[in-house]
């Protein structure tokens, strides 16, 4: 270049920078930014989708984790009122045993007693009938009303 300047070659310059920056705008920077813009936007709307979502596993896994506390205090009251159940039946069934023990016991008792007298019985009359043939043996002579008592 000169010094000074040649206007005409420095305005023709200027134009064609114009006119060059006003095209590769049109063609090349405005869709690049626009591009990058969108860009943008797009991953800010995935890390606002992001952060929803996480939120909502969040509360999912909350609800989840209070809805297992909930079935598990209900497993844990119900598996205590069955045992008491269980073990009210157990004694229930024990009292029951235990009584009809007693009563076997009782009825076993009376039978024995009852076996013990009849024996007592046959034994008193089997002794008196050995005694009158002891006395009819030693005397040698049949005694006075021994034919009322039996002979076994």
Do not use: C, Y
Not at 57 to 70: I, V
Not at 71 to 85: F, M, N, P, T, V
Request: glycine share 2%; proline share 3%; no cysteine.
């Amino acid at each position: 270049m000169h010094i000074p300047p040649n206007w005409g070659i420095f305005f023709a310059l200027i134009v064609s920078f114009l006119i060059f920056w006003f095209i590769f705008s049109r063609i090349f920077f405005r869709p690049f930014l626009d591009l990058l813009t969108r860009r943008e936007r797009r991953f800010k709307e995935l890390g606002e989708r992001t952060e929803q979502l996480i939120k909502e596993a969040r509360a999912a896994e909350e609800q989840r984790e209070q809805r297992l506390a909930e079935l598990r205090r209900e497993a844990a009251a119900k598996r205590d009122s069955e045992r008491r159940e269980a073990e009210a039946e157990v004694a229930r069934l024990l009292e029951e045993a235990k009584a009809d023990s007693r009563a076997a016991l009782e009825e076993a008792r009376n039978r024995v007693e009852n076996e013990v007298k009849a024996a007592e019985k046959e034994l008193e009359a089997t002794s008196k009938a050995l005694a009158a043939e002891l006395a009819e043996r030693v005397l040698g002579r049949p005694l006075n009303g021994s034919h009322s008592v039996a002979r076994n």
